[in-house]
């Protein structure tokens, strides 16, 4: 039974990462890009944490703290607008959301 | 003073009835129509009675005038309304509802309300079998409240509101067979006509009230008379030809005479009322109204007499030959309203009225007979067809046979009187520069004798030239009609006598009554031209053995006229010849066709002769004016247009193709099109941009890390 180590950390974080990744890239519900987003957030709040115990202060957690509230903030945004798109287009899907571009 | 202070209900009394016929009259019964017209009439007779009577209380013979302001319409005392007047002063205009009765407006109410009666029973009779009954009627009492508002005013405006007022009644009552087309032309001519003349007057009834200072005559004829203007004055002198045009208009002088002979296409009572005894006399009431500064205007006064001597002669030579009964009568109006104006012209301006007066009761004598005349003819107006109705229709031949003794001039009768004065005032006044006025008007007398005396003897003497059955229904006319007449008869015998002269025993108690009025001119005339005084000495000049002369003379023609009337046409059968027709065709042909003045008018003014395309006159040059200003003033403007607006399309292609295409969107079109390959890489998918940020991030994670 080896210590878990901040590397496991890393490689747990990075999987989750890129679950966060390909949710975002393939799935086409907003919704779920936007829940995929919190997993590519909380992928970077692990990071965090776990550097902080390497480092053994508290400037890591902190960090995470900001980013817990930053995502919080980033659902309510999304969602907000994600509300104000579908009223218009009656749609949530974001590959019938192509209005940014030139 | 019950009546004159409540003169203004004089002219209301018809505008009453005229009122009913204009709102009920559709649903009344001919019985009520007679009721409230007729009534009317007879009250507002009845009163202007009794309103003279106090009158001469009132003024004891000094003629001082009786005004009654009811209240003013334009300008009051506040002087919301000045003008400038031309000494610098500012005056203020006063247009009344007022009214103003002295001897002039008095003779003028008396007859106007008398004949006017006495035309309204006849018309009973008369209308009883035509439609449109209260229409007529309801025409008859709006004129007689024109009428008497136009005799009653006391300042020019109330006075030409009148005037128009009786004009719109002529014009209406002309046209009262309006679905005939020469009916509703001849009101139209009428009412053109009477324009031309109506300008003439508010001009000058402005001018005199700028000049003067007041519309109101007493103030007018008390600023004349101040002294302040000399004999001459050049703006009176215009002021007062401004009014004798309208004058001319209104009582058919030359050359404005044209609507009187045409006028007779309405109801024969209405030729007797408007056209003949009241009406057409508006304008020498309006002259002698405006004395005062006619007096001072010698100029004026000269073209008056000319003028009503020209018109005397030239109406009368028309009146020879005319076949139609009233035509003649129209043309003898015509030219006995030319003595009118002769005698005013020459100054002797009661004389002129007095002439009024008299004709007022004889000629509206002579049309009603005529109507009676026509009445019994069954419609027919032409004399070619009449002949030996004496005996069929006794009351209508005696009384118009008195109407022709009257106008023919023959002693005892009132024609005689007035016309002797007129001619003896013609003689004598301005020591004898009339005289050649006096020969145009002895010469009047003869032809006035000889075509009254023409149409007595064409109609009543002779053959029987009509049709059978015309003949076989020839009756008298029923006593409404036959009334009048003899109520008019006895007034043509007896009204000269009110004017019976000094020469003949008499004491002239008409003039009398009338020289406050017209006594005005002698101060003036003493303050300029002390050499005038003998004019103011024409009471010693009266007993002058040269006016038994005259008066003989004038005796003399009118009989002979007669006589001659008489050998001529007093057998006349159905193959009669004209007398000038046969001594001289082509004047008769000149008289018969009216000088062909009609003609001339038509080529001169009203437009409706054309030289091929193009119209003469005064329209034609209106119409190349026209043309003128069409084609070439216009074109040269429409033509700077055309070129303004190519230069103007070829600067706009220039700013739209060139300066905006090649300078403003031309390097725009270049941007767009260098950034075209840009723009291809933006196609708007999210998830897209994600995916390319992800693998450039890995892209340049692997190329540092392999570095």
New interface residues.
């Given amino acids: 039974m080896t210590d878990i180590t901040t590397l496991h950390y890393l490689v747990v974080a990075a999987a989750l990462f890129i679950l966060g ?1 390909i949710g ?3 799935r086409r519900n907003v919704v779920i ?1 936007l829940m995929s987003i919190e997993l590519i957030l909380n992928a970077v709040n692990l990071n965090l944490v776990a550097f902080s115990r390497m480092w053994g202060n508290l400037h890591g957690q902190m960090f995470a703290i900001f980013i817990v509230v930053d995502a919080a903030a980033e659902a309510a945004a999304g969602l907000g607008i994600l509300i104000a798109f579908f009223r218009n287009k009656e749609t949530v899907n ?2 019938e ?6 | 003073m019950l009546f004159l202070d409540h003169i203004y209900l004089i002219p209301l009394f018809p505008a009453f009835g005229a009122a009913m016929m204009f709102f009920f009259g559709r649903r009344l019964q001919k019985a009520t129509v007679n009721a409230v017209c007729v009534g009317a009439v007879v009250i507002a007779f009845l009163f202007a009675c009794f309103t003279v009577v106090e009158y001469t209380h009132y003024a004891h013979g000094t003629g001082q005038p009786f005004q009654k302001i009811v209240y003013t319409w334009l300008g009051s005392g506040d002087s919301q309304f000045s003008f400038v007047k031309k000494d610098g002063t500012m005056a203020q205009i006063n247009a009344d509802a007022g009214f103003l009765l002295d001897p002039l407006s008095s003779i003028w109410l008396l007859f106007v309300t008398g004949v006017g009666m006495l035309i309204h029973i006849y018309s009973t009779g008369y209308m009883a079998h035509e439609g449109g009954y209260y229409r007529f009627f309801g025409y008859l009492n709006l004129f007689m409240f024109s009428m008497l508002t136009l005799i009653l005013a006391n300042n020019y405006m109330l006075l030409f509101v009148g005037w128009e007022g009786v004009g719109l009644c002529s014009y209406l009552l002309i046209g009262f067979y309006f679905h005939r087309k020469s009916a509703s032309t001849a009101a139209n001519k009428a009412f053109i006509v009477n324009r031309i003349g109506d300008a003439g007057f508010i001009l000058g009834a402005l001018t005199l009230s700028w000049y003067l200072g007041s519309f109101r005559f007493i103030d007018i004829n008390a600023a004349a008379l101040s002294g302040a203007f000399h004999r001459g004055d050049p703006v009176l002198t215009v002021a007062a030809l401004l009014l004798f045009v309208g004058a001319c208009g209104k009582s058919a002088q030359l050359p404005l005479y044209v609507w009187l002979p045409d006028a007779m296409e309405g109801p024969t009572p209405v030729s007797a009322l408007i056209h003949a005894a009241t009406m057409v006399t508006a304008g020498v009431y309006m002259v002698a109204r405006s004395n005062a500064v006619f007096v001072l205007a010698p100029n004026a006064m000269k073209t008056v007499a000319i003028v009503g001597a020209l018109t005397a002669v030239f109406a009368a030579s028309i009146g020879l030959v005319q076949n139609d009964i009233k035509r003649v009568l129209a043309y003898s109006t015509v030219s006995q309203l030319g003595y009118m104006f002769l005698a005013l012209g020459v100054g002797a301006f009661a004389a002129g009225v007095f002439h009024v007066f008299t004709h007022a009761f004889f000629k509206a004598l002579l049309f009603l007979g005529s109507g009676s005349v026509i009445h019994a003819m069954s419609g027919e107006q032409d004399m070619r067809n009449m002949g030996d109705l004496r005996k069929r229709i006794p009351i209508t031949f005696w009384t118009m046979f008195i109407g022709m003794l009257a106008i023919a001039g023959i002693p005892g009768f009132a024609g005689f009187f007035s016309k002797d004065e007129i001619l003896w005032q013609t003689w004598s006044s301005e020591g004898g520069a009339y005289r050649i006025l006096w020969f145009i008007g002895i010469a009047t007398a003869l032809m006035t004798a000889f075509y009254m005396g023409r149409l007595i003897f064409l109609t009543f003497f002779g053959q029987a030239r009509m049709s059978h059955e015309t003949e076989h229904h020839v009756h008298e006319s029923p006593k409404s009609m036959t009334g009048p007449l003899v109520a008019l008869a006895i007034c043509s015998v007896f009204a000269g006598w009110l004017g019976l002269p000094h020469s003949l025993g008499g004491t002239n108690r008409f003039e009398k009554f009338l020289e406050p009025v017209f006594a005005t001119e002698a101060p003036v005339m003493r303050a300029e031209e002390p050499a005038q005084l003998a004019a103011g000495q024409k009471e010693e000049e009266r007993t002058d053995p040269m006016e038994y002369g005259l008066m003989a003379l004038s005796i003399l023609v009118g009989i002979a006229g007669l006589m001659w009337a008489h050998h001529v046409y007093s057998r006349a059968g159905k193959d009669y010849v004209e007398p000038i027709a046969a001594k001289a065709p082509p004047l008769y042909t000149l008289l018969y066709n009216k000088w062909f003045v009609d003609e001339g008018y038509d080529y001169i003014f009203t437009g409706r002769r054309k030289l091929g395309k193009v119209r003469l006159g005064v329209m034609g040059a209106g119409e190349a004016s026209s043309w003128f200003d069409a084609k070439i003033i216009d074109g040269a403007v429409n033509d700077v247009g055309w070129v303004t607006r190519a230069v103007a399309t070829l600067s706009t292609w220039w700013d739209k193709w060139i300066i905006d295409g090649v300078g403003v969107n031309g390097p725009a079109i270049l941007a767009r099109m260098l950034s075209y390959p840009m ?1 291809l890489l ?6 897209w941009y ?2 390319v940020m ?1 693998f450039g991030l890995l892209g340049f994670g692997v190329y540092y890390m392999w570095k």
Avoid at chain 2, 682 to 687: A, I, K, N, S, T
């Fill in positions: 990744v975002v890239l393939t890009v974001v590959d959301i192509d209005l940014l571009k030139w | 723009r933006e196609w708007g998918l999210v998830q994600a995916l992800v």
